[in-house]
C-alpha cells in the first residue's frame, strides 16, 4: 500500500485522482483540505503529524467525515520525499497483522504490538486494519 506524501500546498494541485492515503507533512489550512479532496475525490485517508493536528478546525474535521475521509494522525518515519514521493506499507505488515490477529489479541495489544514493530501509527494501523476487512 502507497501513502503518499505531500510536502507542501503547492503540491495539491498536481495530485492523481486515484490517491486513497495523503501524509500532509506542512501544516494544512482548511482550504487546502478542501481543495486536497476536491482534486483527489477518491482519498479514504489524509495522515497528519501530531503537531498540526491540533490545528485542524472542528468545521474541518465535520467536512471529512460528511465526505468519509478519515483524518489520521501520526508521522511518516525515515521517509525521504527526495528520492520517492510515496512512503510505501510493505506487505509483511499486513501478514504481521494477520498473525497477531490469528493469536486473539485485543484491539489495543494488537495496535501496541503492531506499533512497536512497524513504527506506524496508532491511527494509520486502525485503518489499515479497517480497510482490509472490507
Same mark, same amino acid.
Given at each position: 500500500m502507497r501513502i503518499r506524501v505531500v510536502s507542501s500546498k503547492e503540491e495539491i494541485n498536481s495530485l492523481g485522482k486515484g490517491e486513497k492515503i495523503i501524509h500532509l507533512a506542512f501544516r494544512p489550512s482548511n482550504k487546502d483540505i478542501f481543495t486536497l479532496v476536491r482534486t483527489c475525490p477518491g482519498v479514504k485517508a489524509i495522515h497528519i503529524p501530531s503537531s498540526y493536528m491540533r490545528t485542524v478546525s472542528?468545521?474541518?474535521?465535520?467536512?471529512?467525515?460528511?465526505?468519509?475521509?478519515? @483524518?489520521? &494522525?501520526? %508521522?511518516?518515519?525515515?521517509?525521504?520525499?527526495?528520492?520517492?514521493?510515496?512512503?510505501?506499507?510493505?506487505?509483511?505488515?499486513?501478514?504481521?497483522?494477520?498473525?497477531?490477529?490469528?493469536?486473539? @489479541?485485543? &484491539?489495543? %495489544?494488537?495496535?501496541?504490538?503492531?506499533?512497536?514493530?512497524t513504527q506506524l501509527s496508532k491511527d494509520l494501523i486502525k485503518f489499515l486494519l479497517k480497510e482490509k476487512v472490507k
Open positions: 472542528n468545521s474541518t474535521k465535520m467536512f471529512l467525515n460528511m465526505q468519509g475521509v478519515e @483524518l489520521l &494522525e501520526g %508521522d511518516v518515519w525515515g521517509h525521504r520525499k527526495d528520492i520517492n514521493e510515496y512512503s510505501e506499507i510493505k506487505p509483511e505488515v499486513f501478514d504481521r497483522i494477520q498473525e497477531l490477529k490469528a493469536e486473539s @489479541l485485543s &484491539e489495543s %495489544d494488537l495496535l501496541n504490538r503492531l506499533g512497536r514493530e
